[in-house]
């Protein structure tokens, strides 16, 4: 049964790999790296990490690729496939990248991970791929690395915001002054329209009457 | 269950293969049935709340309105736009369904039971991950929704996906938070365990601010009133699904109702103690699942009763509130919680 899995997740898992490169849309090309990481969520449970599986399927399946799918039906135009027009220089570097890689992923499989393919593999310890082993594991042994990666994901996350930000909302004190009869009726905990489009601005914004 | 041997005997929820086969259709079976009580529930429920009798034509009370419902939805014609994609028109609702219907196996109906001398849970799996499983599950029914509005073709349904993408990522992460102080307190992520830790007080009572963030995150995710924005009759016709009818559009409502009970038993469990009952009362083990089933169907009157009270919001509104309000709650929730397990260790 377990290597019925194996060879169907496998498959999927590579069909969704070659699929992201293969295709020229880009919405099913995004798609196709969604069935991707949901193979490979599916070989990390026939390795018993439960845990890990259902992160990749949450955050990544869940969350980041969300945002793909959104950014690229919004703007992605399916209709204008992906160009293969690029320059040469481009090319080689690129043949030059996937070398580098290959070389250095061939380097780690065999050193590795083909001393396991004629032996039964690593036993099974219980309790491995739990959530309490694997948090017990980021909290000491890991401690540096996962706290430098949450760091990271903070400053992406201040960046953002920092972009987003940018966006112009309402400008003119005539646009400013019409909204002050809403702000006194609406609740505290709402928020308004013009929030939703950046108008968040028009509080640093000088009030009119100065203005005037 | 000590008799098993091979590989997976040491992972705890193995049980002979025939036995979950068995599980898995019986609980498949009692989860379909209780949709159409829940839709003529709805649709009397609803009626009452707005001062009208409700269906009352179809069978003794219309008590067989939802059989009468689903023979027109069956019989409908299956028809596409013009403009759709095909295969993926077609895939997007069983996306729906598989993932709602999956969510459910994780859901404890009741505690282990003795059945003919072999050891049954009263539950699909107990994984180790606990509601991570129903997130995850979560997660890809996001793909039922946004496929489907992307390949109706039509603006209505784009808008509509483009409005579950939002609203999902933004209450998925407040739902998990509100969880986070249960798992702390009880120490584990198995949903069995979590309801054995509440065998002195149910975490409605500690966890009362993260029950309510729960609930509140709970009727986003499942696009139920007032934030039923993904569907919004007034502004989008009806949402992703505007383009769908027959049995797709049956599908779909299947997996929102599915939904709305996943979230009524996550909840049930996480919050209300599961099958225990309170005043020491403890029923022979055949009753667990009536029980469960009973507690679940408060929160789904709560659901109704929400739908016919509260007004939909505003997109704005409900994106502010839900990262401005319901987010550092749960984040504050979880920190007190935390904050509280250390200093009483």
């Not at chain 1, 920092?162 to 909204?179: D, F, N, Y």
């Not at chain 2, 009452?48 to 409700?54: C, K, L, V, W």
């Not at chain 2, 109906?109 to 509601?131: A, K």
């Not at chain 2, 009157?301 to 502010?320: C, G, K």
Request: with cysteine.
């Amino acid at each position: 049964m377990a290597e019925v899995l194996f060879f169907i997740t496998a498959i999927g898992a590579i069909t969704g790999a070659v699929g992201v490169i293969a295709v020229r849309n880009p919405f099913y090309s995004v798609l196709a790296l969604v069935c991707h990481l949901i193979s490979l969520a599916m070989l990390f449970l026939l390795l018993r990490s439960e845990f890990v599986a259902a992160a990749q399927v949450i955050v990544y399946a869940g969350a980041v690729m969300v945002l793909y799918v959104f950014v690229v039906s919004y703007v992605g135009g399916s209709d204008e496939p992906i160009s293969a027009n690029t320059g040469r220089g481009f090319k080689l570097a690129s043949v030059a990248f996937a070398l580098a890689l290959f070389v250095e992923l061939s380097i780690a499989i065999l050193g590795t991970g083909l001393q396991a393919v004629s032996s039964q593999g690593a036993p099974y310890v219980a309790g491995f791929g739990s959530p309490a082993e694997i948090g017990k594991l980021l909290l000491t042994d890991y401690l540096l690395p996962f706290e430098v990666a949450s760091f990271l994901l903070l400053i992406a996350a201040v960046g953002a915001v920092t972009l987003a930000r940018r966006r112009g909302g309402l400008e003119t004190p005539e646009e400013l002054s019409r909204l002050s009869v809403l702000d006194i009726t609406r609740p505290k905990i709402t928020g308004t329209m013009a929030e939703g489009v950046g108008g968040a601005r028009r509080l640093e914004a000088p009030a009119p009457e100065e203005v005037v | 269950m000590n008799t098993l041997s091979g590989p997976l005997a040491e992972v705890s929820y193995y049980e002979p293969w025939w036995i979950q086969i068995i599980k898995a259709i019986v609980i498949f079976a009692v989860i379909l049935q209780v949709q159409p009580i829940i839709i003529v529930g709805e649709r009397k429920g609803l009626g009452r709340f707005q001062g009208r009798y409700g269906p009352n034509r179809v069978g003794p009370f219309g008590l067989a309105t939802p059989l009468a419902d689903i023979i027109k939805l069956a019989t409908k014609e299956q028809f596409r736009p013009d403009s759709s994609i095909g295969w993926m028109f077609a895939l997007a609702p069983v996306i729906s369904c598989v993932t709602a219907i999956g969510a459910i196996a994780i859901i404890p109906f009741g505690d282990t039971q003795d059945i003919f001398g072999t050891p049954v849970g009263l539950y699909g799996i107990d994984v180790s991950i606990g509601p991570l499983f129903v997130f995850a599950m979560g997660a890809v029914a996001f793909y039922g929704i946004m496929l489907g509005g992307f390949s109706s073709g039509s603006k209505y349904s784009f808008l509509g996906s483009m409005r579950a993408a939002a609203q999902l990522i933004s209450y998925e992460v407040s739902q998990g938070l509100a969880l986070v102080g249960v798992v702390m307190t009880a120490q584990t992520l198995s949903l069995t365990e979590i309801v054995h830790a509440q065998q002195g007080m149910w975490y409605i009572v500690p966890q009362f601010a993260g029950f309510l963030i729960f609930l509140t995150a709970s009727f986003a995710e499942t696009n139920r009133a007032p934030f039923d924005l993904v569907e919004a009759d007034a502004e989008l016709v009806g949402g992703y699904f505007t383009e769908y009818g027959g049995t797709r559009f049956t599908a779909y409502l299947f997996a929102e109702y599915i939904n709305m009970c996943v979230v009524s038993l996550i909840c049930v469990t996480v919050f209300l103690g599961g099958w225990l009952l309170p005043f020491g009362i403890h029923p022979p083990g055949w009753v667990d699942p009536f029980i469960v089933l009973g507690k679940a169907g408060l929160f789904i009157f709560f659901f109704i009763w929400v739908r016919a009270t509260l007004p939909r919001l505003r997109y704005d509104q409900l994106m502010s509130f839900g990262w401005k309000i319901l987010l550092p709650l749960a984040t504050l929730n979880t920190l007190v919680t935390a904050i509280i397990i250390v200093a009483t260790d």
